[in-house]
């Protein structure tokens, strides 16, 4: 069954327009304090944000529609959503909520729910909100002696601040480490900073000045220009960049090259196998991920299984398959001893963790394979389902045969967009160029 509302990760979209505006927002908080109340005397939800324009509208109007459904709400304010996720549990709450569009500019904006357990809802959950926000609003509203009420929490960076340090072992510091901090001008701005200096280390900060309008606005993990420059003028030992909720990261070495989420994975795989720390026998990424990593994990006598693209995908094949690390090339990356979500400050802290115990530069620490060519390509088109016509799988089939195990080729539609994503990959960067452009060609002849 189609959803109305939610998408890949929850409800998303232009901010003040439908599914984004202040009703339907009214109507998503009474429906999913209507769901997660459960009878209980007095059942709590807590709401964190990044920092857009939007977000004191959708703060509001969310907190309007739990408090009307008869649920007491606890505002954090700006925070992380990984730390909404680990709040949810330790402020043994019925439900948890972050307001962000994770890495998309500021006239977007987003609602992401967690559980009780700090997990993200199942589609199933997601489907029954959805049934009630187009129900009768009637129905969902408490009675009067049984409305919510509502209360900031002062101190919630201050315990997400101390959750963080605690990932670390105890006795470790960051000394003698100059770090970059880029914030995205987002949800980690005070408290990521903060949790890099009170573990010793020397920390400049950019992308910490939110204004409402600048969140992601070339800064963060999607644009790491501007980290890469303040690393070589700093000379700095590391770049750190999270995106706007800080649920993404990827790193800069001190030569200012980027790192992405599939070197990270590998680097804190390896650490945990030395230690006998790592579950599962291996990693989960995506089908995204670069054959390079693969290939390395293949060598170190580890698994890599490959989910769907989307965090949600990942956390649900790390449960089944018990597995402790997971992630995404673009930086989502899951560490269940600690978090129940994406959290990019402690993926960072951890390869920090790797620098300081080995004694190299990161450079050399993050540099665990050499990626394979990968190139994508998005095609718009007006039919999503063209992967479904059996003479474009005919055809996509004969090519990806051609290349055999030297590569692969992945094509699926957007979640969000009229597109099909085209990647291909393998050891004949001239081939991986012709691969894509033939498949491609393919999709708009059919399209057409």
Not at 109 to 115: C, E, L
Not at 318 to 330: F, L
Request: a neutral charge.
């Amino acid at each position: 069954m189609k959803r109305k509302y939610f998408g890949t990760d929850g409800i998303r979209g232009l901010a003040n327009a439908s599914p984004m505006d202040a009703l339907n927002i009214l109507r998503c908080g009474m429906a999913a304090g209507k769901l997660f109340a459960n009878g209980a005397s007095r059942p709590r939800v807590v709401i964190g944000k990044d920092t857009r324009l939007s977000g004191y509208m959708v703060e509001q109007a969310l907190t309007a529609g739990f408090l009307a459904a008869g649920m007491n709400v606890f505002l954090f304010g700006p925070l992380p959503t990984p730390a909404v996720a680990m709040l949810t549990r330790s402020l043994r709450a019925d439900l948890g909520v972050m307001i962000s569009a994770s890495h998309n500019p500021y006239h977007d904006n987003g609602i992401k729910f967690f559980g009780p357990d700090g997990y993200k809802l199942s589609i199933e959950q997601e489907m029954r909100i959805e049934a009630l926000m187009d129900g009768d609003p009637a129905k969902l509203a408490a009675r009067p002696d049984r409305l919510g009420r509502a209360k900031r929490i002062e101190d919630a960076q201050a315990r997400y601040i101390e959750f963080a340090k605690r990932t670390l072992p105890r006795a470790m510091r960051l000394d003698g480490l100059r770090v970059v901090i880029d914030c995205a001008n987002g949800a980690a701005y005070k408290v990521a900073p903060a949790v890099l200096w009170e573990l010793g280390a020397e920390v400049i900060k950019i992308g910490v000045e939110p204004n409402g309008f600048n969140i992601n606005d070339k800064v963060g993990s999607t644009a790491p220009g501007k980290l890469r420059d303040k690393v070589r003028e700093m000379r700095a030992d590391i770049g750190i960049a999270l995106d706007g909720d800080a649920d993404r990261v990827i790193i800069v070495d001190e030569k200012g090259k980027v790192v992405d989420g599939d070197q990270l994975i590998g680097v804190i795989a390896r650490a945990m196998q030395e230690k006998g720390a790592l579950a599962g026998g291996g990693v989960v990424t995506t089908i995204m991920s670069n054959l390079g990593l693969e290939r390395f994990l293949d060598a170190q006598g580890l698994k890599l299984e490959r989910a769907a693209v989307g965090d949600r995908h990942v956390m649900e094949m790390m449960r089944r398959g018990g597995y402790n690390v997971g992630g995404e090339q673009s930086g989502h990356i899951i560490l269940t001893d600690h978090t129940t979500t994406g959290d990019g400050l402690i993926a960072a802290l951890q390869v920090l963790a790797v620098v300081v115990e080995k004694g190299r530069k990161v450079s050399e620490i993050c540099h665990v394979f050499d990626p394979v060519p990968q190139m994508m390509e998005s095609v718009r088109v007006k039919n999503k389902s063209l992967m479904e016509v059996p003479d474009v799988q005919a055809a996509v089939a004969g090519i990806e045969k051609g290349l055999g195990k030297a590569g692969r080729i992945v094509a699926r539609p957007s979640g969000t967009e009229p597109v099909i994503r085209v990647m291909a990959e393998g050891d004949d960067e001239e081939m991986v160029r012709k691969v894509v452009v033939d498949i491609a060609e393919i999709l708009r002849k059919h399209d057409a």
